[in-house]
Structures are given as structure tokens and as C-alpha cells.
């Protein structure tokens, strides 16, 4: 099975070994069909050292903690 990989802009880091990711996914309205964005917050293990305000890469991984089951790839 592939590995889910996402893009996404580092909001918070104001834990030890994790970022929050914020990932904007484009959504079409079911009525209106206009373009919305809807932002998912996740919790990512942090192991390249990037920074708030960076675009990082994220891949999905086996379960680290209660809330943190990715991992930042690289920055992009």
C-alpha cells in the first residue's frame, strides 16, 4: 500500500518534537459549486528541524503518540 504524502505550512512549534501542519485542501460547494478552502490542523513528528512559516513535506507513519501518526519528509 502507498504512502499518503501531503503539503503543508508549519502554524506551531511550541512542543519538543512536534509541529502542528496546517493543509489546505480545496473543496467544491455541493450547491453553488464555488471553490472554499477547508484547512486540516495535524500534529507532526519533527525530525528535519524546520521551523514556523515553513512548507514542509509529510508522510504518514505508524502510530508515534495519541495524536501524531505522521512525519515531516522534507522542507519544501
Same mark, same amino acid.
Given at each position: 500500500m502507498p504512502v499518503k504524502r501531503l503539503?503543508?505550512?508549519?502554524?506551531?512549534?511550541?512542543?519538543e518534537k512536534t509541529v502542528v501542519v496546517a493543509?489546505?485542501? +480545496?473543496?467544491?460547494h455541493a450547491i453553488y459549486e464555488k471553490q472554499m478552502k477547508n484547512t486540516k490542523k495535524l500534529k507532526v513528528r519533527n525530525e528535519v528541524g524546520a521551523e514556523v512559516?515553513?512548507?514542509?513535506?509529510?508522510e504518514?507513519?505508524? +502510530?508515534?503518540?495519541?495524536?501524531?501518526?505522521?512525519k515531516v519528509v522534507q522542507k519544501a
Open positions: 503539503t503543508g505550512k508549519i502554524i506551531s512549534a511550541k512542543m493543509i489546505e485542501m +480545496p473543496k467544491k512559516g515553513n512548507v514542509v513535506i509529510i504518514e507513519c505508524r +502510530p508515534l503518540s495519541k495524536d501524531v501518526s505522521w
